[in-house]
């Protein structure tokens, strides 16, 4: 059994800056593939960045050199730094969790988070 809880999230200005933060709990022996996706109301959900348990990160066209993904597996929790935030970031932000190894089972369907709200404003 595994849960998430995720965090962070809030309203800030344009050019501002958030960090959000997943962590997972349960028996978690690890984690292959922890991500970040975003939808915006009207809008398709979308991959914002993804993090390998080696290291390797992939990122939408439209973050990147805005936002960084990074992960402590010690504490099973992801992270997703922001900064130089525009309007367009704007969405609810969903974490996800990809091969999921907890107890002595190797978990095929992935874990998402509830979900937290970016909201970029004046």
């Given at each position: 059994q595994v849960q998430l809880v995720e965090s962070g999230g809030?309203?800030?200005?344009?050019?501002?800056?958030?960090?959000?933060?997943?962590?997972?709990?349960?028996s978690i022996v690890s984690i292959y593939a922890m991500g970040w996706y975003r939808q915006a109301p009207g809008k398709q959900r979308?991959?914002?960045?993804?993090?390998?348990?080696?290291?390797?990160?992939n990122y939408a066209d439209s973050v990147k050199?805005?936002?960084?993904?990074?992960r402590d597996n010690a504490k099973n929790t992801v992270y997703l730094q922001m900064n130089s935030?525009?309007?367009?970031?704007?969405?609810?932000y969903y974490c996800k969790l990809d091969g999921v190894a907890s107890g002595a089972y190797y978990h095929s369907s992935p874990y998402w988070g509830q979900g937290t709200q970016v909201t970029v404003s004046s």
């Open positions: 809030g309203l800030v200005q344009p050019g501002g800056s958030l960090r959000l933060s997943c962590a997972a709990s349960g979308e991959l914002v960045a993804l993090i390998t348990s080696g290291g390797s990160t050199g805005r936002f960084t993904i990074s935030l525009k309007p367009e970031d704007t969405a609810v």
